[in-house]
């Protein structure tokens, strides 16, 4: 009997990046070359399709060609409806709540192009199974993440370090894209992001915050390929 668990998306999942300043700074020379000369002005987005959710508990199988993943310990923002406010136009956007993500990622040295093919492989976006409502979440700047692979600890991630806070996040999208309920915004992920490989258990958990639980999963080998009838091995 499987014990995964799953908080299940109703809408579209988008990522973010370049949104710690560690990122930020780390590309900052890059950013000055063609084709963009420049830093970015408004928040880079890039969407987790639906056939990357893989529920808490699970395993994510990796492609046959893949031998290390990224992990992406990041917090997604379930949008709420919107708030309507007299006076104010257009209506408020509201938060229904956090939840813990695991962005796998192929490894790639560029975001000059859409990241498709590195970040929509099949199961690639672990999705914690507890829905933090604003009341116990409190200030997200005061989120902290802890990625430990196979028990050990890798990585401990600061929201403090927010080139957007998670508010001026949702603002500064909203100008150029409507977000409907039920969709998740994700904070982004943090530079030194630590490597795992198929047999690696990834557990994400938030230090202080108990309410999101921990998020689990196992990275798996691709099955082996079937030899044609007939032929011997």
Known sequence: MSTAQFFLPTGTVYGTLLNFQGEMD??????SQAPYKAAPRAPVLYIKTANT??????????PATTHQVEVGATIGVLIGPPVLVEYAQPAIISIAGYVLMNDLSIPHASFFRPPVKYK???GFLGIGSQLVSNALAGDPARFKLEVHINGELRQRIDFAHLVRS??????????????????????????????????????????????F?????????PPSPVAPAGVSA
């Open 166 to 211: 998670a508010n001026q996040l949702l603002a500064d999208v909203s100008e150029f894209m409507t977000l409907q309920p039920g969709d998740i915004l994700m904070l982004g992920c943090d530079i030194g992001r630590p490597l795992a490989q198929a047999g690696d258990r990834i557990d994400i958990h938030a230090p202080g915050l108990p309410a």
């Open 120 to 122: 929509c492989v099949d």
């Open 26 to 31: 780390a590309w900052t020379p890059q950013m």
């Open 53 to 62: 959710w893989s529920a808490n508990g699970t395993g994510i199988t990796l």
């Open 213 to 221: 639980g921990t998020l689990s999963n196992t990275l798996l080998q």
